[in-house]
């Protein structure tokens, strides 16, 4: 199953893509990825704006999970071409938004998310982040607040921090401007 977003349009008011007040099960398998990406990526799902190979990908932005969700899973999922492409200009929180809540990741590739920000954004979160590849990502992983989250066995590519907590890159150490 692919699931494609329109591209985030700024200032619209509407910063959540996909908000989650109850619950996601996305169970896909590993030869049937579930994918959620930009209308424009012509990988998966095809042509599906019928315009040709596009060069120009445009992103969507996250998906919210809200307090009052229930526990959700991604398996063998593929996530691709959210979050935004500036830093500093708007808050940023992220492909997918985890707030006070609990989110099981187990064989997840998030891939080309937000380039210039975080890709997996937990606050207060009691999430599970398992098997898991996090590829050109500017902050793959950030924790803000309580942190009572488990991370098993993820690999990260082409990442210029993989997890960072209360503003610090703890893993690599690195000097962030
Ligand atoms: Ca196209």
Redesign the pocket.
Known sequence: MVVKFEPYKPWSGNDDNLIVKGKIEAIGSPTEKIVFTSI?D?EYGG???N????TSISYWNRIHFTPEAATSTFQNVIISYGGLTGLGWYPYLGVVYVEKNSVIFEDVYFKNNGPSAYTLYLENSTSTVRNSIFENSWIAINIVGQDQNVFENNAFQNCNCYVMKDNQCISPISSLP
């Open positions: 424009d012509d042509d599906t704006k315009d040709g190979i596009t």
